[in-house]
């Protein structure tokens, strides 16, 4: 009985190692990394999304927002990154997120070799 029950074991786990598993979230595409793959999914223009998402008031903070869009589209930062601070300056403060993602991205993009003054 005791070797059925070894042998039933050992043949199920042989089964199950031919069927296809589920790969792992980091690999579908979702990842952070693959955000810097995969351009065509940023349907929303960068310049609006952080003017109306960090809800830029000033011309100071407007003119920091057009310097952040204008090294993204020279390659200097990826928009990944970008897109990385934008959520978490919301998950911050949702109401005055703006001081927290320059602050982030000034030391980031220092980090990088680029200078946000």
């Known amino acids: 009985m005791l070797g059925r029950r070894v042998w039933l074991k050992s043949a199920l786990v042989a ?3 031919w ?3 589920r790969r792992a979230k980091a690999q579908e595409g979702n990842s952070f990394n693959s955000a ?7 349907t929303v223009d960068l310049e609006d ?3 109306n998402g960090l809800r830029v008031v000033t ?3 407007l003119q920091f927002v057009r310097l952040v869009v204008l090294s993204v589209n020279q390659g200097r930062l990826p928009r990944a990154m970008v897109n990385f601070l934008y959520k978490w300056a919301l998950e911050r ?3 005055v997120p703006f001081p ?3 602050f982030a991205m000034r030391a ?4 990088r070799g680029v200078n946000l003054p």
């Open 108 to 111: 980031l993009a220092r980090r």
């Open 15 to 17: 089964v199950a190692s």
């Open 59 to 61: 011309p100071g903070q």
């Open 93 to 95: 403060n949702p109401k």
């Open 36 to 42: 810097e793959r995969l351009p065509q999914r940023n």
């Open 100 to 102: 927290y993602f320059q």
């Open 49 to 51: 999304q952080l003017r």
């Open 19 to 21: 069927l296809p598993m």
